[in-house]
């Protein structure tokens, strides 16, 4: 592909809670067996883009663990690969990414040292699957400078966290409000963008300049009349998960046989990195209905509509129903837990009960209670 990517993985945000105090939004584990940053990896490599630079920040040590060997996304090759950007002192410049275009004008020499002429920038923290010739197809028939993926929400969809845009009959980009407070527009970006490299190049430099270090902000809206920005609308499952209500939904959905076929057993497929771990182990007494259950897992109990990340022990008389169980839990026996997300590697003693009511959910991280 004439392009190289760029996936934008190092921020945070409070909608997390604590989910985002042991790593980053785009290290978040997702249907039993990914992170998110998967999902754009995947479509970078699905899409033939050979060149991808991760820019990590905040909380980034579990999102390079995953990320230390490229095989797994088919980017350990001679020409091309997966660069990992992390802020770096220099003698010019000893801060942290200030913004989402701030990451990149630090990171601008591995821009100016590539050849293809297309950059596309995708966000860490959403799940999808896309192929991004067809964006750049549409980019080029355009005539655009800057093309920004997005979607048409249901009516009633809380849109705050997003930005929100409108465009003419032609798809170009009339108006872009970010994260708006209140708005009567419904369709979203989805935090993917395509533009020509030296533009990108020349934008950025320009930010720097006037100590501007937003993307959204400080080149889309502020240069949406100036610039032939256009929107591609896609109609495909999407979802971000920045925040707990959306990461919890997103999970759930996992749980319908028309998304499972969707992402697990329709081409092209979604990659991660592979542990050596047994299949899970269903002793006596256990009976699971409607969930996914990683490797390594061992159920003694009941599972119903929840999802099992990998090494979850559930103990004896066990009632689980409509949860989220991260990676590496010990559930002692005769506990009850529904509507909740329980954070990876706890330990949930015996006879303990935890339940969201109202559809409240509830992050259990040693045996304290954090109502979202």
């Known amino acids: 592909m004439r392009a190289i990517g760029i996936v934008l993985a190092g921020g945070n945000n409070h909608r997390m809670k604590e989910l985002s105090d042991k790593r980053a939004i785009a290290a978040m584990p997702v249907a039993g067996s990914y992170r998110a940053i998967d999902f754009a990896l995947s479509n970078m490599s699905n899409s033939h883009i050979q060149r991808v630079a991760v820019l990590t920040q905040y909380n980034a040590r579990s999102l390079n663990e995953h990320l230390s060997s490229s095989k797994w996304w088919d980017f350990g090759r001679k020409q091309g690969g997966l660069y990992i950007f992390t802020p770096t002192i220099t003698a010019a410049n000893s801060s942290w990414y200030r913004g989402t275009a701030d990451a990149i004008y630090q990171n601008l020499d591995w821009l100016k040292k590539s050849h293809e002429p297309y950059v596309v920038i995708a966000s860490g923290d959403a799940v999808y699957k896309m192929d991004y010739n067809k964006v750049l197809e549409y980019h080029i028939d355009k005539k655009a400078d800057i093309t920004v993926v997005c979607k048409d929400m249901p ?3 809380d849109v705050s966290r997003f930005g929100v ?3 003419d009959e ?3 980009i009339l108006d872009f409000e970010e994260k708006p407070v209140e708005t009567s527009g419904s369709t979203i970006s989805c935090g993917i963008y395509v533009i020509r490299r030296r533009q990108l190049i020349e934008l950025i430099e320009k930010c720097a300049q006037e100590d501007r270090y937003d ?3 400080d080149i889309l809206i502020r240069y949406k009349n100036l610039k032939r920005i256009f929107a591609y609308r896609i109609t495909d499952y999407w979802n971000s998960i920045s925040s707990v209500e959306s990461y919890y939904e997103t999970n759930m ?19 991660s990195k592979v542990l050596d771990l047994p299949p899970a182990k269903y002793n006596p007494g256990a009976d699971v209905k409607n969930s996914l259950v990683s490797s390594g897992c061992i159920v003694n109990g009941t599972v119903e509509n929840s999802i099992l990340f990998k090494k979850v022990f559930v103990g004896n008389n066990c009632v689980i129903k409509n949860s989220i169980i991260l990676n590496e839990v010990y559930i002692g026996d005769n506990t009850y837990i529904e509507n909740c997300i329980v954070e990876s590697r706890d ?4 006879n303990s009960r935890y339940v969201g009511e109202h559809g409240v959910k509830i992050v259990v991280e040693k045996n304290e209670r954090y109502v979202l």
């Open 215 to 217: 993307f959204v902000r």
């Open 165 to 167: 845009l409108r465009t």
């Open 155 to 157: 009516a009633g969809t």
């Open 253 to 271: 959905d996992f749980l319908k046989a028309d998304v499972r076929k969707y992402f697990f057993k329709t081409y092209p497929d979604v990659y």
């Open 170 to 172: 032609d798809g170009r």
């Open 347 to 350: 330990t949930i003693r015996a």
